[in-house]
Each structure stands twice: as C-alpha cells, then as structure tokens.
C-alpha cells in the first residue's frame, strides 16, 4: 500500500435519504503510482468531481478509505488533517478560484502564509513558482488585469508552492480556448516530468487524457482502466 501515492479503496458516496437517496460512488477503487500522471474521465454528472474531491480530502466519503502515501488521511484529526491537505496535496480547478482583491503574487504565497511560513519564505517561494510557470513579469497584477490562461497559470503556481507530491485537477483546461489549453496541458505534463509530481486530471478533453500515462473511467459509481487507443463512448458528443 505505501508503495502507491495514491490508493482508493472501495468508496461509497451517498447524498440525501429515501426517495432523494443518490448513490454516486459505488465502491470505487484504483491506485496510482508515484510520479504517474492519469486521467478520469466520465460522462457529465457521473461523479468525477466528487471522487477527486474525496481523494483530496475537500468530502468524505459515506463508505471506503483513501490512502495517500500509506497514509490513511480520513482517520486524521481535523486540524492534521487540514495541514496534510496544505502541505501534501494541490488542487488546480476549472475555475481558478483567485482571490480578486489580491495580486498574482499575494494569491500564490496563500498557501505558504496559511501554514505559518514566514512573509519573506513565503514570498519568497511564490515569486519562484510564478516565474517557473512563465508569469515572473505579471507578479503585481490583480486578476482582473490578467488573461484566462494567465489567471490558470497562476492557479498552478498556486497548487505548487508548497512543492506536494500530489496535484489533483479538474476540468483544468475546460475553461479556455483550444492555444491556452494547450499551453496548460504542456505545462501540466512538464511539471510532472521535471519534479515527478503525481499528477491526476478529471477531463472531458480526450486529447488531453491521452496524454497521460493511464485513462480511468467512471461509470455507475465504480472505476475501470480504459484503453487509450479507443474511443470513450460518453465522450463523443461532449467537449
């Protein structure tokens, strides 16, 4: 088990009672090696978000375990578990949830403040990743005075400036035009490759899931390996 970065074990999901009872997870189960990247696809509504939310620890799930390097997080205490979601996990979201009020720079030093890192580490540090990820000269700009790939770009820098092992992304390029997206998903892949980040991405984008090294559906509560080199059926008729 602690060979995995990432292992799921027979997850339930359930929301509300009786006639309102839906079950979303249905005892889902996969693992994922360290330094993999891998994609989860799925048509829309089938759970996907829910699933990533419940393997970064955002849910919990009404039955089943997630280990992240052997660790089993849903049986730590609330406030380690808080910091194990700091300092261990990164999230990346479709909409990149930037606080407008602050600059590029004050976003992505964040996650550093909150986790009792001195201003200057924590500036420090934030400036590094903005100009790994190409936006050095955009540090003092609010969002509003950025682009959509520049704001996801920012996001990115967010989840890594606290280098976790694990990032977890949904719909990260879903919200961008096909050049951004591409951009994104270059970036993406190159931070996985240059630091061995565990990387998993919830997509509707099946260009960008064949890029990663697996594909896992989710359909009727439950994960499957697909094969890349065919053709996801939910996928057709969806962008």
């Given at each position: 088990?602690?060979?995995?970065?990432?292992?799921?074990?027979?997850?339930?999901?359930?929301?509300?009672?009786?006639?309102?009872?839906?079950?979303?997870?249905?005892?889902?189960?996969?693992?994922?090696?360290?330094?993999?990247?891998?994609?989860?696809?799925?048509?829309?509504?089938?759970?996907k978000t829910t699933l990533l939310h419940i393997m970064g620890t955002l849910d919990r799930p009404t039955r089943g375990k997630v280990f992240h390097f052997g660790v089993d997080v849903f049986?730590?205490?609330?406030?380690?578990?808080?910091?194990?979601r700091n300092q261990k996990l990164g999230f990346i979201f479709q909409f990149h949830h930037l606080l407008p009020e602050f600059n590029a720079l004050e976003n992505v030093m964040l996650p550093a403040l909150i986790a009792g890192k001195p201003p200057s580490e924590a500036r420090e540090a934030a400036e590094e990743v903005l100009s790994k990820v190409g936006?050095?000269?955009r540090l003092t700009h609010r969002t509003g005075e950025l682009s959509g790939g520049e704001r996801q770009r920012v996001a990115i820098a967010r989840a890594l400036v606290?280098?976790?092992?694990?990032?977890l992304a949904d719909e990260p390029?879903?919200?961008?035009?096909?050049?951004?997206?591409?951009?994104?998903?270059?970036?993406?892949?190159?931070?996985?490759?240059?630091?061995?980040t565990t990387l998993v991405v919830v997509t509707h984008n099946p260009e960008l899931a064949a890029r990663m090294e697996r594909v896992f559906g989710l359909c009727d509560g439950k994960v499957i390996e697909l094969p890349k080199d065919k053709p996801w059926p939910w996928m057709v008729s969806e962008s």
């Open positions: 088990m602690a060979n995995w970065a990432i292992s799921v074990e027979d997850l339930y999901k359930v929301y509300g009672r009786g006639a309102q009872r839906v079950e979303v997870l249905k005892g889902a189960s996969f693992q994922v090696a360290a330094g993999e990247r891998v994609a989860i696809v799925g048509a829309s509504g089938v759970g049986s730590l205490a609330d406030e380690e578990l808080s910091r194990f936006l050095s000269h606290m280098n976790p092992p694990v990032i390029t879903g919200n961008l035009d096909v050049r951004t997206a591409q951009e994104v998903a270059d970036l993406l892949l190159q931070i996985n490759e240059t630091y061995a």
